[in-house]
């Protein structure tokens, strides 16, 4: 096997140039400025000290350049993984207190052992158990419990929750007590970024710039907030009237710490662990995955579990958070024109030189501008649009995305998650448990068969095929004896059945129990089994089993086959029976 599998960075760093070089500098540039204030927002919204977020901006970079297999996917703290990393924390402890950091530190330690062991035994088939409409359902409920919540630091007062009633409840009774120089820092910064993010591209662009460069230019609307409103903090020392500010940041690189070994801690964690794991690999692959698609490359996602692993462990030992690929940041990184992983090696650089350098002046950046820019970047998450389209194309979709949202909302984001995977599951398990099934007849003058239902078609007293659109398995098993039995009773003329199987992909042992007993019950009752179209793999476990030996009819290549064969053999069968007769009256 070979070692690039294990390690991406021998595929492409042996071939690195300096005009590859150059591309990646640049994006690490912009998306260093892009990622300082958004790591200092989304630990935050985690609850965390703002220079956690920074930790986790370093190591972590460093790690899934080395291990990840996207050249372009950004690493780091997002919004949906510090609302779910406050959610595990704030019922265990006081957010920002020593044992809530030492339990951001063990998730981060917990979710990239679970991620890296995933990856080992490539289980990443794991997260198809999160659908699209509950991954969607969950990250737009998610956007909006997150800009609830900032909602407070806009205002400048006190509040909190975990859900949004608790939320709302704890806003309305304090709208009162609104702190207006809060309130226009906030307000200010919230109308200027949604401001920038609708017309300052089509303005540049006005103004003679390129789009792409107009657009990098749009991203970095946040930076200019930031400079702007710690600038007259600190020239009107508004802190002094009540303004929050980020406060006194330790300068210097993180230190490696231990996370927690206490058994009791780790077993309370599990499970939020897990779907931050999860949950965080599916937004990353399929970031990683699109943005790969437009460059013609690939991305490994057994690899990528490995390289989240890896980052997430890093954030663990140096201080950090749980991170994982943010959108916005690697759709920057990639029209930024990075060509690498090693852009995020840049780019963690870049942090770092920020955390020896700059942190002396973001002790004056207001909290509100920190939460204006929160919920800027989470209202691109809050995709009413895929609401409507799921329950107009699928009701069982969107009951299983609805529950979702509300249970996200009105009690907790793993209460959310977990009924949607939930409801996903039984509502499949219900599905395949009463496939579709058709009676097929050939369609005249050609080799084809359709649902009698559906078409015009020709059909044999004798003779029913019945074609099942789904693997056979112990759900459907029962379903498939009373769907083949009523077919017998009803048809006192049937001499063969076929069973038609293009779509049954699997036989398990359950369904391949339920098979004998139709064959036999159908041997009691004078009519024949056949098989048709069976693909290779189905075919393959049933020549292991006495089952073939035991079919009282045959296994037929094509329907048009079985159709040619059985209406031979019935029409002998009736020559027979009228020279019998005649027989009997000579």
Same mark, same amino acid.
């Given at each position: 096997?070979?070692?690039?599998? !294990? +390690?991406?960075?021998?595929?492409?760093? /042996?071939?690195? @140039?300096?005009?590859?070089? #150059?591309?990646? =500098?640049?994006? &690490?540039?912009?998306?260093?400025?892009m990622l300082i204030p958004q790591s200092l927002a989304y630990a935050m919204l985690?609850?965390?000290?703002?220079?956690?977020?920074?930790?986790?901006?370093?190591?972590?970079?460093?790690?899934?350049?080395?291990?990840?297999?996207?050249?372009?996917?950004?690493?780091?703290?997002?919004?949906?993984?510090?609302?779910?990393?406050?959610?595990?924390l704030g019922k265990l402890f006081e957010p920002g207190s020593g044992d809530y950091i030492a339990g951001a530190v063990l998730l981060a330690v917990m979710s990239g052992l679970m991620l890296v062991l995933m990856g080992v035994f490539r289980l990443? !088939? +794991?997260?198809?158990?999160?659908?699209? /409409?509950?991954? @969607?359902?969950?990250?737009? #409920?998610?956007? =909006?419990?997150? &800009?609830?919540?900032?909602?407070?630091?806009?205002?400048g007062v006190n509040g909190g929750g975990h859900n949004l009633l608790e939320l709302v409840r704890g806003l309305y009774g304090q709208l009162g007590q609104s702190h207006w120089p809060t309130v226009i820092i906030g307000a200010g910064a919230l109308v200027f970024l949604l401001a920038a993010r609708r017309y300052l591209q089509p303005l540049l662009v006005r103004l003679g710039l390129s789009t792409s460069t107009a657009a990098m230019l749009t991203k970095t609307a946040p930076i200019l907030a930031v400079v702007v409103t710690t600038l007259v903090t600190w020239w009107l020392r508004l802190d002094q009237t009540g303004v929050a500010v980020v406060g006194d940041i330790p300068g210097g690189l993180p230190a490696l710490v231990m996370p927690s070994l206490d058994i009791t801690l780790w077993q309370q964690l599990f499970m939020s662990a897990l779907l931050i794991s999860?949950?965080?690999?599916?937004?990353?692959?399929?970031?990683?995955?699109?943005?790969?698609?437009?460059?013609?490359?690939?991305?490994?996602?057994?690899?990528?579990?490995?390289?989240?692993?890896?980052?997430?462990?890093?954030?663990?030992?140096?201080?950090?958070?749980?991170?994982?690929?943010?959108?916005?940041?690697?759709?920057?990184?990639?029209?930024?024109?990075?060509?690498?992983?090693?852009?995020?090696?840049f780019t963690a650089v870049g942090i770092a030189l920020a955390t020896l350098l700059l942190t002396p002046a973001i002790a004056m950046l207001p909290v509100a501008t920190l939460a204006a820019t929160i919920i800027v970047a989470v209202?691109?998450?809050?995709?009413?649009?895929?609401?409507?389209?799921?329950?107009?194309?699928?009701?069982?979709?969107?009951?299983?995305?609805?529950?979702t949202i509300v249970l996200t909302l009105v009690y907790s984001v793993e209460a959310g998650i977990l009924a949607g995977v939930g409801l996903s599951l039984g509502l499949f398990l219900y599905r395949t448990s009463r496939p579709h099934s058709a009676v097929l007849g050939r369609v005249p003058g050609t080799e084809h068969f359709r649902n009698v239902r559906r078409h015009q078609v020709e059909t044999r007293p004798e003779l029913v095929m019945l074609r099942v659109d789904e693997s056979l398995y112990f759900a459907n098993a029962r379903f498939l004896e009373d769907c083949v039995l009523d077919l017998v009773s009803s048809r006192p003329e049937l001499k063969h059945l076929v069973l038609v199987c293009p779509a049954v992909n699997l036989i398990d042992a359950s369904a391949l129990?339920?098979?004998?007993?139709?064959?036999?019950?159908?041997?009691?009752?004078?009519?024949?089994?056949?098989?048709?179209?069976?693909?290779?793999?189905?075919?393959?476990?049933?020549?292991?089993?006495?089952?073939l030996e035991r079919l009282t009819g045959q296994i037929y290549l094509t329907n048009f086959q079985a159709w040619q064969a059985l209406g031979q053999d019935s029409r002998m069968s009736t020559e027979q029976a009228l020279a019998s007769d005649i027989g009997k009256n000579a």
């Open positions: 096997m070979k070692l690039t599998r !294990f +390690l991406p960075l021998l595929d492409w760093l /042996p071939r690195y @140039s300096r005009a590859v070089l #150059a591309r990646d =500098l640049l994006a &690490a540039v912009i998306v260093t400025v985690a609850g965390l000290p703002p220079q956690v977020g920074l930790y986790a901006s370093m190591l972590p970079l460093l790690l899934y350049a080395i291990f990840g297999s996207s050249r372009t996917l950004s690493v780091g703290p997002v919004a949906v993984a510090s609302l779910m990393t406050a959610a595990a990443g !088939f +794991l997260a198809n158990f999160l659908s699209h /409409p509950v991954i @969607s359902g969950f990250i737009t #409920a998610s956007g =909006l419990v997150i &800009a609830a919540s900032q909602l407070r630091h806009l205002l999860v949950v965080g690999f599916v937004e990353s692959v399929s970031v990683g995955q699109t943005l790969a698609a437009k460059r013609r490359q690939r991305i490994d996602p057994d690899q990528e579990l490995v390289g989240l692993g890896a980052a997430n462990l890093g954030a663990g030992f140096s201080g950090g958070m749980p991170v994982t690929g943010g959108f916005s940041r690697s759709v920057v990184n990639f029209d930024a024109g990075a060509e690498t992983p090693a852009a995020g090696a209202s691109s998450l809050i995709d009413f649009r895929a609401v409507v389209r799921t329950w107009r194309y699928s009701r069982a979709d969107f009951l299983a995305m609805l529950a129990e339920s098979l004998e007993v139709i064959n036999e019950r159908l041997e009691n009752s004078g009519v024949r089994l056949h098989l048709s179209e069976v693909k290779g793999p189905v075919m393959d476990r049933l020549q292991g089993t006495s089952f």
